[in-house]
């Protein structure tokens, strides 16, 4: 399979503790995008990356958020001392440089009780 | 203001019906525009993109109106199939999307 995939599909924790989120773009992809979807809601915007490097942070994503692209491969997103606001799906896209379609992974879809 | 706007519907149609989707935006400086597809529970996926002349992909047509900042999505002779979340992309910032309901 080469498209986006995203580890884990559900995670349920408990508020307080912090997660993490990992999230692997189609290979050949520079630029990676965190969004976050609620019920009944579109996907809201968190950040991107072009290659290793943030380019964009959403000035609504809580300090507690903070997501990495170390090698420019995969991403990861994390949460510390989560809240029951927090519960969403989380998805990942990625997209190659030059173009605009982007290509969602399945999402990690989060449960903070 | 929000900076996408859709109505969220839901639209309920028979097949073979025509059925038009609307969704208007702020920024008057966006340069791209889509329509996303999102079934229940599913990753969204690209339906179309919207270019300044208009275009169609089979029964779907898109349409830009910068004067006015809407984007349309019409969908002809509609399939149960084609019961889903619409949503519309402008400069990556999404819609909250309109679901579409079509009945036997």
């Known amino acids: 399979d080469t498209g986006v995939s995203q580890d884990p599909r559900h995670k349920i924790t408990k508020r307080g503790q912090n997660v993490t989120f990992r999230c692997d773009p189609i290979s050949e992809h520079n630029r990676l995008y965190w969004y976050r979807q609620t019920l009944g809601q579109g996907p809201e915007f968190l950040t991107y990356f072009q290659n290793e490097a943030q380019l964009e942070k959403s000035r609504l994503l809580s300090d507690r958020f903070s997501a990495e692209r170390p090698k420019g491969s995969f991403s990861t997103l994390e949460i510390q001392r989560t809240e029951q606001g927090d519960s969403a799906m989380y998805l990942c896209?990625?997209?190659?440089?030059?173009?605009?379609?982007?290509?969602f992974g399945s999402g990690t879809q989060l449960s903070v009780l | 203001r929000k900076e996408v706007e859709q109505d969220p519907g839901p639209f309920n149609v028979p097949e073979g019906a025509t059925v038009a989707f609307n969704c208007t935006y702020s920024n008057s400086a966006s340069q791209s525009f889509f329509w996303y597809r999102q079934d229940c529970r599913k990753e969204p996926k690209l339906l179309m993109s919207v270019y300044s002349s208009g275009n169609e992909d089979g029964r779907f047509t898109a349409q830009l109106n910068r004067a006015s900042q809407y984007i349309s999505l019409l969908i002809r002779d509609s399939k149960l199939s084609d019961s889903a979340t619409y949503l519309c992309?402008?400069?990556?910032?999404f819609g909250s999307g309109t679901r579409l309901l079509v009945r036997p």
């Open positions: 896209a990625s997209q190659r440089l030059g173009t605009e379609k982007l290509f």
């Open positions: 992309v402008v400069n990556l910032i």
